[in-house]
Nanobody, 120 residues
Framework: QVQLVESGGGLVQPGGSLRLSCAASGSIKMIYVMGWYRQAPGKQRELVAGIFSGGSTNYADSVKGRFTISRDNAKNTVYLQMNSLKLEDTAVYSC??????????????WGQGTQVTVSS
């Protein structure tokens, strides 16, 4: 069993910054990819950013140049540094990881989500 625990959400003014963290724990052999999705009220969930075990990354066009995803493989932790936040970044942000477990299964896991609210 694998658990993902997020932290770092909150309320911030437009133009401000927040850093999200997501730590994976449990019966992990390897994590292939970690990422962040978000879902705003009334909208579909969308990929924000992803990072592979080798370090390559991808971003949604709406966050390029403002958000940076990184990971610490030794800690099985992924981070999302969010700068120049906009009102439209308000959403529940959820961490995801594709995990190769010690029982040789491979599947996606999700965190519980953390609220990010950008408001003046």
């Amino acid at each position: 069993q694998v658990q993902l625990v997020e932290s770092g959400g909150g309320l911030v003014q437009p133009g401000g910054s927040l850093r999200l963290s997501c730590a994976a724990s449990g019966s992990i052999k390897m994590i292939y990819v970690m990422g962040w999705y978000r879902q705003a009220p009334g909208k579909q969930r969308e990929l924000v950013a992803g990072i592979f075990s080798g370090g390559s990354t991808n971003y949604a066009d709406s966050v390029k140049g403002r958000f940076t995803i990184s990971r610490d493989n030794a800690k099985n932790t992924v981070y999302l540094q969010m700068n120049s936040l906009k009102l439209e970044d308000t959403a529940v942000y959820s961490c995801t990881a594709e995990v190769w477990a010690v029982d040789n299964t491979r599947r996606h896991y999700w965190g519980q989500g953390t609220q990010v609210t950008v408001s003046s």
